[in-house]
């Protein structure tokens, strides 16, 4: 035998030792039937999970029968909405499914929508039929029904089986709740989205229109540039995108806002912008940084007629830092702790508005963004105020770099 033979059945060899030590670590690690029953069960469940959480629907009812058929230990399946209306059936041919028997599923699901408990039918269609028997589970989320799983099974039922069809169509119902709950979140993020966008204050479109009227005859490139920045700053600020956004396209809108603010008020309106590079393509909120700089201009600089504002992002491992800061007129402290964050919302022009407007408002600006970044990132993510009366004001905000999840 040469020896490059012997090389190669040494490794051969080799190679069929790691594959049996592999085998015997995972057969360890899942050893018993007991052992071997639960982690199939649960991958199973998790598979059901993946389309339940998009809702119940056609679509998801089709996707996951099959796997809560398997957890039943049932010989067929079928899931119905609120409405009684039967959205799949499984397995799919007549076997198990002729017409007949989704008859009689029909009318055990509706039984059990009507009296809010399970329904059991047995020999529903004579001795002709392999089913025994149709166990219709209302799904519950809440106290609210939000469909029915209906079994059908070649044997009786007993105790064991009806009590895990029971916990199955428990788990469904979690799975199908959480959906909504995720459904109902998308909708307030939306809501709060369209909310900040009918913020953006009357008096600054009023004032930008104005301003841009002032210079038709007196310098006409001038405001041609101006209505091209009011037409983009509008188009951003009304688009049909998601809620969140990159923060390069966030600060690139807050410029286009500053630069019709600083052709009104002319060299009385100084900004600085320091933004780190690495932190451009961070995703934050959309609209999250409008409310805080409008806030900033309209209550910090107009009563003074004018002054500078400071937009900082920087990058502290692993979260981006914003800061958006003026040297206006600034508040009480107090009215911070009194009356939270709204004390400092946008409202009309600051230098028209009553003292109790500007320093008790009811609108929704700085709060939104408030709730929207706690939501997205967490608690620890809010907004934080630092002021003082005749110290101006600094609005900073947290994002992390990365959120699994959180996307443009």
């Known amino acids: ?85 039967r959205l799949s059936h499984d397995p799919p041919g007549e076997e198990i499914w002729d017409a007949e028997m989704l008859a009689h599923a029909d009318a055990a699901a509706a039984q ?41 099974t070649t044997r009786r039922p007993g105790p064991g089986m009806l009590g895990a069809i029971a916990e199955v169509a428990r788990y469904a119902s979690s799975q199908i709740e959480l959906a909504d709950l995720d459904a109902s979140r998308a909708r307030l993020d939306r809501a709060e989205v369209l909310a900040l966008r009918a913020q953006i204050s009357p008096h600054f479109i009023y004032n930008a229109l104005n301003t841009i009227a002032s210079f038709v005859r007196t310098d006409p490139d001038r405001a041609r540039e101006l209505i091209l920045e009011f037409a983009d700053f509008t188009r951003y600020s009304f688009r049909a995108a998601g809620e969140y956004t990159l923060l390069a396209d966030e ?42 700089v409008e806030n900033a201009v309209r209550h910090g600089l107009a009563a003074n007629g004018g002054g500078t504002i400071t937009v900082v992002a920087a990058d502290e491992g692993a979260d981006c830092v914003i800061t958006v800061e003026d040297d206006g007129v600034g508040m009480d402290p107090e009215l911070l702790r009194t009356g939270a964050i709204d004390a400092l919302e946008p409202g009309g022009d600051a230098a028209s508005e009553p003292e109790s407007r500007r320093t008790g408002g009811a609108h929704v600006g700085l709060t939104n963004v408030d709730h929207r970044l706690r939501a ?29 999840g959180i996307h443009v």
Do not use: W
């Not at 469940?45 to 959480?53: C, G, N, V």
């Not at 009296?115 to 989320?141: C, F, K, M, W």
């Not at 410029?255 to 393509?281: M, S």
């Open 112 to 152: 059990a929508t009507g009296n809010g408990r399970r329904v059991l039918i047995t020999d529903p269609s004579g001795a002709e039929s392999p089913v025994r028997a149709l166990i219709a589970q209302p799904l519950v989320a809440g106290d609210t029904g939000v469909g029915v799983l209906v079994v059908a």
């Open 1 to 85: 035998m040469s020896a490059g033979t012997t090389v190669i059945i040494a490794i051969l060899a080799a190679v069929v030792c790691v594959a049996l030590v592999v085998l015997v670590a995972t057969r360890r690690r899942v050893a018993t039937p007991t052992e071997r029953a639960v982690y199939t069960a649960l991958h199973t469940a998790s598979l059901a999970t993946r389309s339940l959480r998009t809702g119940l629907s056609a679509d998801s009812a089709t996707e996951s029968l099959p796997h809560l058929r398997s957890l039943t230990a049932g010989e067929g399946a079928a899931l119905y909405d609120a409405g009684v209306g």
């Open 251 to 292: 600060l690139r809108n807050i410029d286009r806002y500053l630069t019709l603010e600083r052709a009104r008020f002319g060299p009385a309106l100084e900004v600085r912008l320091h933004v780190a590079p690495e932190v451009l393509n961070v995703v934050v909120p959309f609209l999250a940084l409008q409310p805080l």
């Open 376 to 404: 997205a990132f967490g608690n620890d993510y809010g907004l934080v105020v630092e002021t003082a009366v005749g110290a101006g004001t600094k609005v900073g905000m947290r994002v992390p770099k990365f959120r699994a």
